[in-house]
């Protein structure tokens, strides 16, 4: 008798990732399957609009991008702060503002490299990180990885041949770069160009 508790316990104790995962199918196809309008309130919401749109188009990238890295890296939160230090709704790091404003990127003067917790700023210098990445790299891919891990690391990846995602070498990037990827795909499938909806 005594024997029989801890086998129902166990017997008990395995349903629970079956649970967990009933419980995850539930919930993705209950998100895949919301109305477009609680979709963009909830889950995918566009804020600081007019800031987006002028800095994207700025350094010629495009704002649903933009979006997608924003609600990646910080969930629309302009006063996220990471371990490694990135600030901001893009997380930049102060160090990468500071050279974008040195090298004349990015006007100083409209926009302190040291002020990444200001929505208007912070959207300014990731878009003109974002440009930097584009100018150098061959695909959106590309970027994005490197938006994570840097363009050294990315070079030195692709170096070796092959795509992008076959090649990465830090299983952080790697996720990083579905998550960005997956999230694109949401933003072009619900707003437009402008950041209208669809």
Request: proline fraction near 5%; glycine fraction near 8%; aromatic fraction near 10%.
């Amino acid at each position: 008798m005594a024997l029989d508790a801890p086998v129902r316990f166990w017997r008990w104790f395995r349903t629970i990732p079956i649970m967990a995962m009933l419980l995850v199918a539930a919930l993705t196809f209950g998100a895949a399957n919301l109305p477009n309008t609680l979709v963009r309130r909830f889950l995918l919401p566009v804020d600081h609009q007019e800031q987006i749109l002028a800095s994207s188009e700025r350094h010629g990238v495009d704002p649903l991008l933009v979006c997608a890295i924003i609600k990646c890296e910080s969930n629309w939160n302009d006063a996220a702060v990471s371990e490694a230090g990135a600030i901001g709704l893009m997380q930049l790091m102060p160090s990468t503002s500071a050279e974008l404003a040195d090298y004349g990127v990015v006007d100083s003067w409209s926009y302190d490299p040291a002020n990444l917790t200001d929505p208007g700023t912070n959207i300014e210098y990731g878009c003109a990180y974002l440009g930097q990445l584009q100018s150098q790299l061959g695909s959106t891919d590309e970027v994005i990885a490197a938006y994570n891990a840097g363009p050294g690391s990315v070079a030195e990846w692709l170096s070796s041949g092959g795509d992008i995602a076959d090649v990465i070498a830090y299983p952080e990037t790697l996720l990083y770069l579905k998550s960005v990827e997956s999230t694109y795909d949401r933003y072009q499938q619900l707003y437009t160009g402008t950041l209208s909806e669809r």
